[in-house]
């Protein structure tokens, strides 16, 4: 089956290279976008599809934001994955412990830090109307994209798969009867190598098609330099290949869209960094290296990433009413293995023992995770009203199964790598929806939604520990959660005037029951119950300065009861999942858009979020050699005392409180092309890693720059751009992720990254 993938894709890349040699040009869907507002001097209308209706963003009672054109080209430079996003965007983070792979989404304040593979996550992503429920999913490749949406509050009436904290939703650019596409490549640090491109058409008056290619690729360049092990060019490199074709069949009254989408990922994980973080500090260690590590593991780590899925878009248009079908099939495998304590020891070098390092290590942890066998299926049926008076209507259905299968794996480092403990978790669920929402138009000026949703969700699950370093011998375990759910939202929208539109929502949603099976080191599994949350919001969105400038303000206020969340790690190494009393959260989200002069663009976002934990019995265990600040008491444990931390009061992990982002686009009629300059700078500030709070592992705000520039030009139906780009401009390094049952591990943010581009557009 891996063969057959693989070559698919090859054959896959190779047409559509071909087929756009013959054309001699590609397209560039960012400088599409762009040139309307440029020409027009006046910000262009977003459209966006936030409510299943293309709507203006400015007229959608909902804090959403939108990108698209050269933002969206240029944060997504350098090779970057999905999580280009981070803090690009008010009150989203995004981070990972598994690198490119397995994405984790934070919607003010409120995301999962659990790595485990069936992990379910309060912020749900939507790729072209489907559901991408299981965390390999999410982290498919961003290209050839038309716009990202970010959703921001409980999306649970129209949406409803685990959207407590908010929604991401790509669209991806459709086929249509015009020839076109476009493509790039470029070259940057390290040797890393990136091409991107599409052409589409038709291929007869009714149906026509698009593919869709990304190929990027980087060598090996961190050093391994622990004694006894030490290599050349062993971690940081990947080969990542994804591509999408599409098939669009337009009719008179129907439209069929069809869509298979594959991606194959070879490449190594995350370099965990062991003692990084300096002891009762949360600053790098003296002399700190990027691309050096000292790892006893190093030459095993590896991490594969394959998924696939197809999916088959119907809609009817029958006059007064639309049916649309979405039938999606969805599936993925990876497997990653990687040296988790970050540092080497307990072995010898010419009879003599080799002390732990670097610093103090108590024992050394090499681990694995995977997913051999995964499927996921959905389906969603929609009427949708089409009147021309004051009242209109969606109603739906919903179903979902997904059947899942995780291995988790630990080695005996000091034997070769030689397998010391095995669990294989099966997890089947099944879920089904039926939802509606009404609009009604009260006035001219004061429109009126009202929304509902009965969700159904049920889970089983077995672990069957085969192997473990703890002992403990076979073990089965077997948990059948299954819960249901009333979700809604009423909101409003009031036009103050032509430029102005006021908004009020409040909605509630739920997240259904989770299970913790990542039993290497423990007995127990863990079941979540589900959490509900109730949030009250309102805003403004407004047209300013004749059209050229934007400034869209939400404020709001959230209750989170029983919230779902993951204790990682602790000196045992044990995930356990718990449910806190009571989560609260308050904040704004600034939003705004200037055409500053005919050649000066720019943007400017703020966000602020408060979190705070209500319970006072909640306490988790904490890390092993860091310096807590929470309230800690004493349990019985295997090994002795352990510590646990009380919770009350303190904020979300990787939860920052500020969030900032400012982009300048500046360009130039030069010669017979335009010549441009963009820049942004992003900023988050201090976030916890974890849910106690220690001195070491608190991320320091992080502030990253990136600047694009180049000259674009056309020729007859050709169009061509030049440029040249940096990331993370000041190379700031610091930690944004740690391991804690060990020593003081830390996962540090990319290097600057320089490059070059060139593309090619046709039309």
Request: proline share 3%; glycine share 8%.
């Amino acid at each position: 089956m891996k063969a057959m993938k693989r070559t698919a894709l090859a054959n896959l890349i190779k047409a559509t290279l071909l087929s756009a040699a013959a054309g001699s040009a590609f397209s560039s869907t960012a400088a599409e976008q762009q040139g309307p507002a440029a020409k027009d001097k006046s910000l262009e209308v977003i459209q966006i599809t936030a409510r299943k209706r293309v709507e203006n963003a400015q007229e959608v009672p909902v804090a959403v934001s939108a990108l698209q054109g050269d933002s969206l080209d240029a944060y997504s430079s350098a090779g970057m994955d999905i999580r280009f996003m981070n803090a690009k965007i008010p009150s989203l983070s995004i981070e990972s412990s598994f690198g490119r792979s397995f994405p984790r989404f934070y919607v003010r304040g409120l995301g999962n830090t659990d790595f485990d593979l069936n992990a379910s996550q309060p912020v749900s992503l939507v790729v072209d109307e489907v559901v991408q429920e299981n965390a390999i999913l999410k982290g498919f490749p961003v290209f050839d994209v038309a716009r990202v949406e970010v959703l921001r509050g409980p999306q649970g009436t129209l949406f409803g798969r685990n959207t407590p904290a908010g929604l991401v939703k790509f669209d991806t650019v459709k086929p249509s009867q015009d020839f076109e596409g476009y493509g790039s490549v470029s070259y940057g640090s390290r040797g890393a190598i990136d091409f991107e491109g599409a052409v589409g058409g038709a291929l007869t008056d009714r149906l026509s098609t698009r593919v869709s290619v990304l190929w990027q690729d980087k060598d090996n360049y961190i050093d391994n330099v622990a004694p006894g092990f030490e290599q050349k060019d062993v971690l940081g490199g990947y080969t990542d290949q994804a591509a999408r074709i599409q098939f669009l069949y337009e009719g008179d009254d129907f439209t069929g869209l069809f869509n298979y989408h594959v991606r194959d990922m070879d490449g190594t994980p995350i370099a965990f960094r062991a003692n990084a973080i300096k002891a009762g500090s949360n600053d790098l260690v003296s002399g700190f290296e990027h691309d050096e590590i000292q790892h006893d593991a190093a030459s095993r780590a590896t991490q594969q990433v394959e998924s696939q899925g197809a999916s088959l878009r119907l809609e009817w248009d029958l006059d007064e009413h639309t049916v649309t079908s979405i039938t999606a099939w969805e599936s993925a495998e990876i497997y990653s293995r990687a040296d988790i304590d970050g540092g080497y020891g307990g072995y010898e070098i010419d009879g003599q023992a080799v002390p732990s390092g670097p610093g103090f290590i108590p024992f050394t942890s090499e681990s694995a995770d995977g997913i051999p066998d995964h499927d996921q299926y959905t389906q969603e049926l929609r009427l949708t009203s089409n009147f021309s008076g004051d009242f209109n209507y969606q109603v739906g259905l919903f179903y979902f199964d997904e059947a899942l299968t995780i291995e988790n794996f630990s080695y005996d480092t000091a034997a070769n790598g030689a397998l010391n403990g095995y669990v294989l978790q099966q997890q089947d669920t099944e879920a089904w929806a039926v939802f509606g929402s009404v609009d009604y138009t009260v006035t001219d000026d004061f429109k009126v939604t009202v929304g509902l949703r009965y969700s159904d969700d049920d889970k089983e699950f077995s672990a069957n520990r085969t192997l473990s370093p703890v002992g403990g011998g076979t073990l089965f375990l077997t948990e059948n959660p299954s819960d249901d759910h009333v979700s809604w939202d009423i909101s409003t929208n009031y036009k103050v005037n032509d430029d102005i539109n006021w908004y009020a929502r409040v909605a509630n949603s739920f997240r259904a029951p989770s299970i913790q099976g990542r039993i290497l080191f423990g007995d127990e599994v863990t079941v979540a119950k589900s959490e509900t949350l109730t949030s009250y919001e309102t805003g403004i969105k407004s047209d300013v300065w004749d059209g050229r400038g934007r400034v869209n303000l939400a404020v709001f206020y959230y209750d989170m009861d029983d919230q779902q969340l993951t204790a990682v790690g602790g000196g045992a190494n044990f995930n356990r999942l718990v449910n806190a009393d009571k989560t609260t959260g308050y904040g704004f989200e600034l939003d705004t858009q200037w055409l500053l002069t005919d050649n000066l663009n720019a943007t400017f976002n703020l966000s602020y979020n408060n979190t705070e934990l209500k319970d006072d019995d909640l306490a988790v265990a904490v890390c092993a050699q860091c310096t807590v600040t929470d309230p800690t008491y004493q349990v019985p444990g295997a090994f002795g005392p352990e510590d646990r931390a009380i919770l009350d009061g303190n904020s979300l992990p990787h939860a920052p409180e500020w969030i900032s982002n400012l982009t300048l686009r500046y360009s130039r009629e030069m010669a017979d092309g335009e010549f441009f300059t963009y820049a942004d700078v992003s900023y988050r500030s201090e976030i916890d890693f974890f849910l106690y709070e220690s001195v070491e592992f608190e991320g320091k705000a992080l502030t990253e720059v990136g600047l694009r520039s180049g000259y674009s030009w056309a020729e007859g139906d050709n169009e061509y751009e030049v440029s040249a780009f940096v990331r993370n401009l000041f190379d700031e390094q610091q930690a944004i992720g740690a391991v804690d049952f060990n020593n003081n591990t830390a996962m540090v943010n990319e290097e600057r990254y320089i490059g070059a581009e060139f593309k090619i557009s046709f039309f």
